[in-house]
């Protein structure tokens, strides 16, 4: 089974780092390696909650995974997206443009979750929730695309 | 080539979306170049939602730079071996 890419931005959000966490143990039972892409505040907080690495092994930085994908040097065929602000729209909009043959799922928090997700315009599967504390109201949804996102690749 | 941090910059925007950016690298900038996401400048791929614009104004470039917690800043940067990147490899658009 293929490694896929779980691309996730600013850690402000609290369920930011549970959602993680959640679709890495989700990906490990279907099989598959995740790999989280991730500044180092962000990778520093998923490494503290999963110390042994029981759900994610491997990290990579956020511009160094931007520029490979480009290259084309690396290629992931289902890439999760967590995003909470303009910047991660805009991340994630990069990644869309240069990994078109990707399957691409947009997972939409926080606050403003309803507001940026209508400014999505590129190629992808949404599941929005204004959650910043309580994952709950997303998990459903999220597990439901991720069921259908796996048998995909 | 090197980071941003070590080069003369300025910065005329800041936290603002990337359509706000596109924007004012427009209204700064005479000379205007298309690039694609991932055109590396100073050794990072550029982030940004098509069509990403890149300025070019008394020799610098003006550009838009994303950070994940920051937003989308506009810079203007005084980077010779860039313009001439850009200058090469962009499409000129008006």
Partial sequence: MGEVLIFIGCPQIPVQSALVLHIADFLQDAGHHPIVAANPSAKQLVKTSDPKGHYVKDYIDLDKTIGDLADGTV????IISLIHNNAGLTYTATIAAVSPDSLLLSVLFGEHAYDIA????YPTEKVVAPVTHNTRPLLTKLDEVLEWAVLKI | MGCLENMNYEVLAKNCSFKEARE???????????VPPGFKLLDKPLIGIPPIIIGITNEKLVYGYTKPCHGTFVVVVDDHEGVEHVRRDGKPVW
């Fill in chain 1, 75 to 78: 290629h992931y065929p289902l």
């Fill in chain 2, 24 to 34: 004012i690298i427009k209204s700064n900038s005479k000379e205007r170049y298309q």
């Fill in chain 1, 118 to 121: 209508e400014e999505v315009e």
